[in-house]
């Protein structure tokens, strides 16, 4: 696998979801983490940037007790705009995903959803950020 992407945090309140979607990340060669609250990830976000070692990408629930997915998103892209936010939701696209994606979201995928969904999503982000970091070599 030639990503870009290859560390990955998953932020859900349903444990199920979070093993399911960490253990077929991980066999397809991800290092993946995950967190069930949003100042949990805030803690595991923080630390893996200090430690230099960010994450790439933050797969996370839209709406969690405690604080959203969105919240969590601006968050990130405050502080470590590198990061890739995907958005995961049993809600489907409605107003609240949708002023998100505009703002600081990469992408969305709505629950439940296939493993080669999951993998499509976090390529066609990875294509993006590649292209991206293309754009920026060639201004300077």
């Excluded at 995907?86 to 107003?95: P, Q, R, T, W």
Aim: aromatic fraction near 6%; charged fraction near 30%.
């Amino acid at each position: 696998m030639d990503n870009d992407i290859k560390k990955i945090l998953i932020v859900d309140d349903e444990t199920e979801i979070i093993k399911a979607i960490e253990r077929h990340l991980s066999r397809t060669g991800f290092t993946v983490g995950s967190a069930d609250t949003i100042q949990e990830a805030r803690g595991k976000i923080g630390k893996e940037a200090h430690d230099h070692t960010p994450f790439d990408l933050v797969i996370t629930d839209v709406m969690m007790p405690g604080g959203s997915g969105i919240d969590l998103s601006h968050w990130l892209k405050e502080r470590y705009p590198e990061t890739s936010v995907l958005f995961i939701s049993g809600y489907g696209v409605n107003d609240l995903v949708t002023g998100a994606v505009e703002s600081s979201l990469d992408d969305f995928c709505q629950k439940p959803f296939s493993p080669s969904t999951l993998l499509e999503t976090i390529h066609r982000i990875d294509q993006r950020r590649r292209r991206c970091k293309l754009m920026q070599e060639e201004e300077h």
